[in-house]
């Protein structure tokens, strides 16, 4: 319905619009008047319960001939993995592409390259899914391996001990990087490793883990209780159907959606930098933060505006001026993680050594701005509510990020007129809101400040400009005594 | 005007264009695409890293950053507020060849993308001073530091460049320019650059999306045509190497884990020897049925990652084979295995079998590629700019198809021969941990 009016809108405005064009001097000095805003059209979707009890969801699409089809899990290796065996979990969905009973790994890969796809098994924080795109006839067939990798997995203990060597070497090169060791330390820090969120996969926990975890992981974990089936793209609905019922009739029944329940975090500590030395670090990668809400947070929209405005575009306050305007860095940006649990607010990004100082200033600034000590201008306001509402249409313009829109409704608990009502939420948000989010989430007496980078350049300049007290630790954010 | 259509011909790979010219030389290619409402613009200008001279390295990509610090009639900040600040995306992409500047845009966004790109064009030395040029070098030169500079093993390709080509080769320095080039880069260079290069006889715009081609034609017409065209270009010469002996280098990084890097020297998009090079490419490395992984990571595990890359730029190309060796194996082991394996392939050919696996995830890859507004946009640019012909990819994807195991064969003989550059990353202080490592000279890095 909408696509042909729209087009016959189109065109009548088009050749309005030439004839004008033919006319008129141009005048280049102020922006063109942009035409009416696109309606939003969010793609139709039938939702149905397979035998075995998983869910189903089919969104057709056919302006090519492609499918996108994801079988999501509920709950991640935050709610599965043991702390003893962190790991696991990424270490299980490496193993289901190792062979079945039926095919061993290299049968198994050689099948999915002859259909020309490649299926890809990850399971995150909080979900994890079976994955690939594939060319519309070639869809059933590779639904056939997709089902044989999930219900019959072979998990040969000489593949295992080949991806537990692969991953100690990637633990290894990880400890080269700045950005990698952040990434460590700045969530240990800030949640402590009692918290899921705050512990790390390590050399003990990677040896730690049998193959008799990787067959309980699987068992336990690939539940149709727990799962989600979306497929999207040159399909028909009942024909998917059909075609995914049959393949996944040997998935026995079971499993239900995990319970996401986290450990109080301990209370926040006076903000201090902990500096990790990397001697002769180019960049220093700056990770600064703190916990902060759920995805399921009434403040969702007002947090958004917020973000958006301090460090969530190229031209928001904190590239604006570490970057663009001071020169200290390639990039800077600010985001929350959300989730279920009290995923973290951080910013950051790697700056040229000899100005971290000065550039830790100005991240103490605008994050202070934001908080109210730097008015919010109408502008900024309405670019960033107009940034996060016009950029809907476009995500439903793949069969993939189609297909990442349905999941994200159905992990997040949303309704089914999320998307429908999306631009409505983030319009009701007002100034005050966004200022109340910020005094709120953006604790600036209680940072965590990661600034991993060559100490002998910026330990002296941090220690001179007091922003905070500087606690030097080690690559994993254990303290290292003076 | 000058008209010409394009039918497509593939089964799948059907992408509805056309392309034509203004008077100016602006050469256009639309393709209307209705299946979200959103537009992408792709401005494509005929130049890179090969059109600078030696000691003025870096200044296509630091002219790429100077784009957007606004223009006669766009102040600063107004072009990622009518993009970014609408729901859309912009950025810049420099290579060898080319720099590509795009937006993605609502739909009603159109006139506006094309206001903001047809005003850089025509007046970005309107508003240009020192001020803006330094803030931009200085941007570069963390972008240098953050890709290359603080990456562990970040400069394997600025070595790769150095040494693969004779000096003074167009493709013989990085993308990125050194240090020293980006500080002394003048205003002069600077506007003499963008007289020369930014001019409609040397660019392309390119729009897909969810537009009337009538009215895209009637507002490139307004926004364009009154550019002059500009002074006739002479394109450097980069003509394809053949190295005659092999050269081994080694190079101290702070890095924990060494690893081995081997080119050979290939062809430029001109020669259709690619397809049956990027073929090989895919039956070396890559899933585990590829001949160097299967070998080295699975069967005999001396690796823990095996990767192999064909990339033909307009004049030249490059085959890569790149090994992350187990904790403890020998570079030198590692290399004299994957020579064996390599030598073998070179011996027999391929099978059938392993052709049609390496071409059966084609059709997926090119049709992903053209999916999404902005990679068909920028896909027909490059056929339009490169081979003259947007619909270029449709041959690329019937060629890499017909590729025959004779070919692969033939192109694994010719060009996989000792005429390359061997080059151990080591940790530093450990150079007896390259591969033979009393033949390997030790890459001495001149300041960048």
Same mark, same amino acid.
């Given at each position: 319905m909408t696509r042909r009016a729209l087009s016959v809108v189109i065109l009548l405005f088009a050749l309005t619009g030439i004839a004008a064009l033919a006319q008129a001097t141009l005048d280049r000095s102020k922006p063109p008047t942009p035409g009416p805003t696109p309606m939003l059209r969010v793609p139709a979707w039938t939702r149905s319960t397979l035998g075995n009890g998983a869910e189903l969801v089919v969104s057709e699409k056919h302006d090519l001939p492609l499918v996108s089809f994801t079988l999501t899990i509920?709950?991640?290796?935050?709610?599965?993995?043991?702390?003893?065996?962190? @790991?696991?979990?990424? #270490?299980?969905?490496? #193993?289901? $592409?190792? @062979?079945?009973?039926?095919?061993?790994?290299?049968?198994?890969?050689?099948?999915?390259?002859?259909? %020309?796809?490649?299926?890809?098994?990850?399971?995150? %924080?909080?979900?994890?899914?079976? /994955?690939?795109?594939?060319?519309?006839s070639r869809f059933p067939a590779t639904l056939d391996i997709v089902a044989d990798m999930l219900v019959n997995p072979s998990f040969p203990p000489e593949a295992l001990e080949r991806l537990r060597a692969q991953r100690l070497v990637a633990l290894v090169q990880a400890r080269d990087q700045t950005g990698a060791i952040a990434s460590r330390v700045f969530p240990r820090l800030v949640y402590g490793d009692a918290h899921p969120y705050g512990q790390n996969i390590t050399e003990a926990t990677l040896e730690a883990i049998t193959r008799d975890d990787v067959v309980a992981f699987h068992r336990a974990y690939f539940r149709p209780g727990q799962a989600l089936v979306t497929v999207v793209g040159d399909v028909h609905a009942? &024909?998917?159907?059909?075609?995914?019922?049959?393949?996944?009739?040997?998935?026995?029944?079971? @499993?239900?959606?995990? *319970?996401?329940?986290?450990?109080?975090? /301990?209370?926040?500590?006076?903000?201090?930098?902990?500096? *990790?030395?990397?001697?002769?670090? /180019?960049?220093?990668?700056?990770?600064? &933060?703190?916990? &902060?809400?759920?995805? $399921?947070?009434?403040d969702y929209y007002a947090l958004q505006v917020m973000n958006t405005i301090l460090g969530g575009m190229f031209? $928001?306050?904190?590239?604006?001026?570490?970057?663009e305007e001071k020169g200290y860095s390639y990039g800077v940006s600010s985001s929350f993680a959300y989730g279920k649990g009290p995923g973290a607010f951080r910013a950051g990004g790697d700056i040229v050594s000899a100005k971290s100082d000065a550039a830790l200033m100005e991240f103490m600034k605008e994050l202070k701005g934001i908080r109210g000590e730097r008015p919010i201008t109408d502008e900024e306001l309405s670019t960033a509510k107009d940034a996060l509402t016009q950029r809907l249409p476009g995500t439903f313009a793949s069969v993939?990020?189609?297909?990442?829109? #349905?999941?994200?409704?159905?992990?997040? %608990?949303?309704?089914?007129?999320?998307?429908?009502?999306?631009?409505?939420?983030?319009?009701?948000?007002?100034?005050?809101?966004?200022?109340?989010?910020?005094?709120?989430?953006?604790?600036?007496?209680?940072? *965590?400040?990661?600034?991993? &980078?060559?100490?002998?350049?910026?330990? %002296?300049?941090?220690?001179?400009?007091g922003v905070a007290p500087i606690a030097i630790t080690d690559i994993e954010g254990n303290p290292v005594r003076p | 005007m000058v008209a010409q259509s394009a039918p497509s011909r593939s089964s799948t790979l059907r992408?509805?264009?056309?392309?034509?010219?203004?008077?100016?030389?602006? !050469?256009?290619?639309?393709?209307?695409?209705?299946?979200?409402?959103?537009?992408?613009?792709?401005?494509?200008?005929?130049?890179?890293?090969?059109?600078?001279?030696?000691?003025?390295?870096?200044?296509?990509?630091?002219?790429?950053?100077?784009? +957007?610090?606004?223009?006669?009639?766009?102040?600063?900040?107004?072009?990622?507020?009518?993009?970014?600040?609408?729901?859309?995306?912009?950025?810049?992409?420099?290579?060898r060849d080319r720099t590509t500047y795009y937006e993605t845009v609502p739909s009603n966004y159109l006139e506006t993308a094309l206001w903001l790109e047809s005003d850089r064009m025509g007046f970005l030395l309107d508003t240009l001073d020192v001020q803006k040029l330094n803030a931009q070098r200085d941007i570069v030169k963390n972008e240098r530091r953050q890709r290359m500079d603080n990456q562990p093993y970040g400069l394997v390709g600025e070595i790769i460049s150095n040494t693969l080509y004779p000096a003074g080769h167009p493709y013989s320095w990085d993308v990125i320019g050194s240090m020293a080039d980006l500080t002394a880069a003048s205003e002069t260079d600077v506007k003499d650059f963008f007289r020369l290069y930014y001019a409609p006889g040397n660019a392309i715009v390119s729009i897909a999306g969810d537009f009337q081609p009538q009215q895209a034609k009637a507002l490139v017409a307004r926004y364009f045509g009154a550019f002059p065209r500009g002074a006739a270009i002479v394109r450097p010469a980069a003509p394809p190497v053949t190295r005659d002996r092999e050269t081994r280098l080694v190079y101290e990084?702070?890095?924990?884990?060494?690893?081995?890097?081997?080119?050979?020297?290939?062809?430029?998009?001109?020669?259709?020897?690619?397809?049956?090079?990027?073929?090989?490419?895919?039956?070396?490395?890559?899933?585990?049925?590829?001949?160097?992984?299967?070998?080295?990571?699975?069967?005999?595990?001396?690796?823990?990652?095996?990767?192999?890359?064909?990339?033909?730029? =307009?004049?030249?190309?490059?085959?890569?084979?790149?090994?992350?060796?187990?904790?403890?194996?020998?570079?030198?082991?590692?290399?004299?295995?994957?020579?064996?394996?390599?030598?073998?392939?070179?011996?027999?050919?391929p099978t059938a079998e392993?052709?049609?696996?390496?071409?059966?995830?084609? =059709?997926?890859? +090119?049709?992903?590629?053209? =999916?999404?507004?902005?990679? !068909?946009?920028?896909?027909?640019?490059?056929?339009?700019?490169?081979?003259?012909?947007?619909?270029?990819?449709?041959?690329?994807?019937?060629?890499?198809?017909?590729?025959?195991?004779?070919?692969?064969?033939?192109?694994?003989?010719?060009y996989l021969t000792k005429g390359r550059v061997v080059l151990s990353v080591v940790p530093i202080g450990k150079v007896e941990m390259a591969a033979k490592p009393s033949e390997s000279t030790p890459y001495r890095r001149t300041e960048q």
């Open positions: 509920s709950g991640g290796y935050n709610q599965a993995d043991p702390a003893a065996r962190r @790991g696991l979990a990424d #270490m299980t969905a490496a #193993m289901m $592409s190792e @062979g079945t009973k039926t095919r061993d790994g290299e049968a198994l890969a050689a099948a999915l390259q002859l259909l %020309g796809t490649t299926v890809a098994v990850r399971i995150g %924080g909080e979900t994890g899914a079976i /994955a690939f795109e594939c060319i519309a009942a &024909g998917a159907k059909a075609a995914i019922e049959k393949a996944l009739a040997a998935w026995p029944r079971g @499993g239900e959606k995990p *319970v996401f329940q986290y450990p109080a975090v /301990a209370a926040p500590r006076a903000s201090t930098i902990y500096l *990790v030395d990397k001697p002769g670090a /180019a960049q220093s990668t700056f990770a600064i &933060g703190t916990t &902060g809400p759920p995805r $399921s947070t009434s031209q $928001s306050r904190l590239n604006a001026n570490i970057r993939r990020s189609v297909n990442t829109a #349905m999941v994200t409704l159905w992990t997040q %608990g949303l309704p089914d007129d999320y998307y429908q009502q999306y631009a409505a939420r983030i319009a009701a948000v007002r100034r005050e809101d966004v200022v109340r989010v910020a005094r709120q989430y953006v604790d600036v007496d209680h940072l *965590v400040i990661v600034i991993v &980078g060559d100490r002998a350049t910026v330990e %002296g300049p941090l220690r001179a400009l | 992408i509805p264009f056309e392309g034509y010219a203004l008077p100016n030389g602006l !050469r256009v290619v639309l393709a209307p695409n209705h299946a979200s409402p959103t537009v992408a613009v792709t401005v494509w200008y005929h130049v890179g890293s090969k059109n600078e001279a030696a000691g003025k390295t870096g200044f296509a990509h630091l002219f790429e950053h100077v784009m +957007f610090t606004g223009s006669g009639h766009v102040p600063y900040g107004v072009h990622d507020r009518l993009t970014e600040g609408v729901g859309g995306s912009n950025n810049g992409t420099t290579s990084d702070r890095v924990q884990v060494p690893r081995l890097v081997i080119v050979w020297p290939t062809v430029g998009r001109g020669s259709d020897d690619r397809f049956a090079l990027g073929v090989l490419d895919a039956i070396t490395a890559g899933p585990r049925t590829t001949r160097l992984t299967k070998a080295l990571v699975y069967d005999r595990q001396l690796a823990t990652t095996v990767g192999t890359s064909q990339d033909s730029d =307009e004049n030249a190309g490059e085959w890569r084979l790149t090994i992350t060796p187990r904790p403890g194996v020998p570079l030198t082991d590692l290399e004299s295995a994957a020579d064996g394996i390599l030598d073998t392939l070179k011996a027999e050919g392993e052709i049609q696996r390496a071409t059966a995830g084609l =059709e997926l890859d +090119f049709v992903n590629d053209l =999916e999404s507004n902005l990679g !068909r946009s920028m896909r027909l640019a490059d056929g339009l700019g490169y081979e003259n012909d947007a619909g270029s990819f449709q041959t690329e994807y019937q060629r890499m198809m017909a590729v025959t195991q004779a070919d692969v064969k033939r192109v694994a003989n010719k």
